[in-house]
């Protein structure tokens, strides 16, 4: 097993909410990328933040919004939430952007209704 | 834009028979990584290919870079139950994000 954990493992929530996400990364990784992985599907890129800062964003609008604190731990924050985004949101930590290897953490299952 | 096609979706192997997943990207690709996702579980690293040609082994598990970097694939000789879930290649194109491009996966089950 990894060391990346996420909070909480499992959540549900109705349309229009707003909803909180939490990873630990691995010790000593400075680099978070965070997945939403739709049911039958590959996880698809939301964005990495590396030093506390966004490092890149996949195709996703702008209701999905993060943060990285000092400690490298890592938020995911999605508003106004709607039906299709019930999905496994993943974290994943590694020593740093580019080619390094991801550790996922076991996911967040967000149900929307 | 970047995708990476994996087939088959899915694949059902009689306990013991051989299985092989192909992944192929359109573009070259700084380097691969496979996963193997258990039902109900989360994507689990199982290797990273960078090199053109570069041939890995774990075990019963085979994996392959292709020589232009483009293709891979993961054979799993003599199937046991346990290697039942989804394995999905997931493409690296470099750069500074180094986010990882996932295939669609291949559901591997394997019947007793």
Known sequence: ETGVTQSPTHLIKT????????????SG??????????????????????????????NFPPRFS????????????????????????????????????QYFGPGTRLLVL | ??????IPQYQHVQEG???????????TLSNIQWYKQRPGGHPVFLIQLVKSGEVKKQKRLTFQFGE??????LH???TQTTDVGTYFCAGNYGG????????KGTKLSVKP
Not at chain 1, 15 to 26: H, I, K
């Open chain 2, 68 to 73: 232009a970097k483009k293709n891979s694939s």
């Open chain 1, 29 to 58: 990784h400075n680099t978070v990328s965070w997945y939403q992985q739709a049911l039958g599907q590959g996880p698809q890129f939301i964005f990495q933040y590396y030093r506390e800062e966004e490092n890149g964003r996949g």
């Open chain 1, 15 to 26: 349309r229009g909410q707003q909803v909180t996400l939490r990873c630990s990364s691995q």
């Open chain 1, 66 to 101: 993060g943060l990285q604190f000092p400690n490298y731990s890592s938020e995911l924050n999605v508003n106004a939430l709607e039906l299709d985004d019930s999905a496994l949101y993943l974290c994943a930590s590694s020593l740093g952007p580019g080619r390094e290897t």
């Open chain 2, 17 to 27: 028979e051989d299985f092989t997943t192909y992944c192929n990207s359109s573009t």
């Open chain 2, 76 to 78: 799993i000789t003599a």
């Open chain 2, 1 to 6: 834009g970047q995708q990476v096609m994996q």
């Open chain 2, 96 to 103: 500074s994000q180094g986010n990882l491009i996932f295939g």
